[in-house]
T-cell receptor
Framework: SAVISQKPSRDICQRGTSLTIQCQVD?????MFWYRQQPGQSLTLIAT?????????ESGFVIDKFPISRPNLTFSTLTVSNMSPEDSSIYLC????????????FGNGTRLTVT | QKEVEQNSGPLSVPEGAIASLNCTYS??????FFWYRQYSGKSPELIMS????GDKEDGRFTAQLNKASQYVSLLIRDSQPSDSATYLC?????????FGQGTELSVKP
């Protein structure tokens, strides 16, 4: 499976600031997704990162808060904007390398703490 | 109503026993199903995929799917302390994976 490098691995940020998380894959992938995992919770899909076009956001997530870029088939960024303590979570990049019914593989995640 | 439901646990089993993890889903159109294992502080790791009704075995793991009942399960035979983790059920809905809340498994030596 693809090797997914996500950075930073962790960060502590002040409220009101923004953080950009990078996801680099060692091969071209068909789909890239961003998930959030709040403390003690399961994974919630934020958006699908579309290559060359605007991301597709899930209910409850908006582009102004979580702008996403995907300039090519191996790279994507997620920005968490104007952060508040409620944004403290693990953010996970995931990729699909096969057909639409194939599983996702995850990067190591970014553990974000907002103070 | 949650789209993918699991018992949150914790489920505690003795070493060597069979651990049984269950998952139900609401979207009848779902065609692919996955089990992930997540150790504390780590990202989810795929352990099983299942696409058709019946059982699929891989080593100590067996996934079971019943689309009519909208039910997926994972059996872990000869459970080991190293199997202690949270197990996440994921259902493919329109190309997106929707996750259950996870079941925490604890295997006691």
């Amino acid at each position: 499976s693809a090797v997914i490098s996500q950075k930073p691995s962790r960060d502590i940020c002040q409220r009101g600031t923004s953080l950009t998380i990078q996801c680099q894959v060692d091969s071209q992938v068909t789909m890239m997704f961003w998930y959030r995992q709040q403390p003690g919770q399961s994974l919630t899909l934020i958006a699908t990162a579309n290559q060359g076009s605007e991301a597709t956001y899930e209910s409850g997530f908006v582009i102004d808060k979580f702008p996403i870029s995907r300039p090519n088939l191996t790279f994507s960024t997620l920005t968490v904007s104007n952060m508040s303590p409620e944004d403290s979570s693990i953010y996970l990049c995931s990729v699909r390398t096969g057909a639409n019914n194939s599983p996702l593989h995850f990067g190591n995640g970014t553990r974000l703490t907002v103070t | 109503q949650k789209e993918v439901e699991q018992n949150s646990g914790p489920l505690s089993v003795p070493e060597g026993a069979i651990a049984s993890l269950n998952c139900t889903y609401s979207d009848r159109g779902s065609q692919s199903f996955f089990w992930y294992r997540q150790y504390s502080g780590k990202s989810p790791e795929l352990i099983m995929s299942i696409y058709s009704n019946g059982d699929k075995e891989d080593g100590r793991f067996t996934a079971q799917l019943n689309k009519a009942s909208q039910y997926v399960s994972l059996l872990i035979r000869d459970s080991q302390p190293s199997d202690s983790a949270t197990y996440l059920c994921a259902v493919n809905q329109g190309g997106k994976l929707i996750f259950g809340q996870g079941t925490e498994l604890s295997v006691k030596p």
